[in-house]
Nanobody
Framework: QLRLVESGGGLVQPGGSLRLSCKTSGFTLDDYAIGWFRQAPGKEREGISCISKGGGSTNYADSVKGRFTISRDNAKNTVYLQMNSLKPEDTAVYYC????????????????WGQGTQVTVSS
């Protein structure tokens, strides 16, 4: 059974930092590319970052480039998203997802999803 579970969300002030974790089980993590997506109220789910199965390649949406960093520790079956300089517009539910293929920020290319974790950036 392939599972992904996000954690680490919460309420932070603008300019603050937060680290999200995606704990996986039921599959060999280094066979899969992992993406982070977010969905704000009333908006479509958007891809914000992804990492290749070996961790050698990453990609970021322009909206988070320079502020967010994705990493993975396959030995711990975990992928991380470090979020710095958070802005109110970063408020969303954040999801991690897995696909057996090349890294991508296109949501329909991912077949396995976690339940999401809420991130709220507000003063």
């Amino acid at each position: 059974q392939l599972r992904l579970v996000e954690s680490g969300g919460g309420l932070v002030q603008p300019g603050g930092s937060l680290r999200l974790s995606c704990k996986t089980s039921g599959f060999t993590l280094d066979d899969y590319a992992i993406g982070w997506f977010r969905q704000a109220p009333g908006k479509e789910r958007e891809g914000i970052s992804c990492i290749s199965k070996g961790g050698g390649s990453t990609n970021y949406a322009d909206s988070v480039k320079g502020r967010f960093t994705i990493s993975r520790d396959n030995a711990k079956n975990t992928v991380y998203l470090q979020m710095n300089s958070l802005k109110p517009e970063d408020t969303a539910v954040y999801y991690c997802a897995a696909r057996m293929g090349w890294l991508s920020l296109i949501r329909y290319e991912y077949g396995y999803w976690g339940q999401g974790t809420q991130v709220t950036v507000s003063s």
